[in-house]
């Protein structure tokens, strides 16, 4: 027996939003690179090295008011306003998840990798993402089944399937409890004895993860981010080919993610890599209440 068709509704792709949000992350890169080389004011968050400064929350303000004004409809989750006490909250509503710029500390330091991010879910799942690594001006984007592009260009990740002929890329992150430096610091060290060919550290999660969609970096690994700093670079890796994981499956709230050029990779660093605890962005169970997925 065969179930009667029913006609589908026609499946919403989100190109106009991903449009937009392409056109307003030049914008918003536009405003970063006017303030780059100037002084600014800098503020604490969590940490000694968890920084924000006024350009951080005029770029989320700009973004955040201007889509609402266009999708009014539609929630937000910001690096800036969580901070400044919005609930942290992913529901199944469309939901544009910010980072105004990530890589605070370079943009304060003039080092040169700074990024806005954006990702875009529906029913938790991320539709697409846009990370603009400003002063390269590099523009990666990709979409649900649409493969990753760089500047227009099609990404692919490496394939390389050997853990000992990998550079993976890794952050430090603000943490500075003894707890959390002394795992990070002897992960980095148990990968250098396996050995890999390399480590390295752009200082923004969103730029480092896309040097795995590009092929210059064979995997990345971060314990301690939020889901702002990865939500938009985890569709970028998959859909360059690569694949994104956690200790499990991938849950953008558990603060912890490896994204790698094969499964072979992903699973040799979960071995060698341990995790220090950290509370989740929100959710409980993966996949459960707020927990999303790619
Ligand atoms: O604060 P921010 O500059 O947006 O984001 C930070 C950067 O991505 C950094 O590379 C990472 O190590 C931190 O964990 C993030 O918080
Ligand atoms: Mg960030
Ligand atoms: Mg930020």
Redesign the pocket.
Known sequence: LHAPRTPHAAMADWTDCLDFGISLAKQASEAVLTAFNRQKEVKLKSSPADLVTETDQRVEKMLISAIRKRYPQHRFIG?ESVAAGEPLELTDRPTWII?P????VNFVHRFPFVAI?IAFTVNKQTEFGIVYSCVEDKLFHAQRGRGAFLNGEPLHVSGQEDISRCVVVTEIGAERDDLALSTLTSNIFRLLKLPVHGVRALG???VDMCQVATGGADAYYHIG??C??IAASAIIVKEAGGVVTDTDEFDMMSRRVIAASSSSVANRISQVVRAFPCRRDCGGAPGANGGAAL
């Open positions: 690096e980072d710029i990530d890589g605070t991010s923004t999660a969103a981010m939020h702002w700093d």
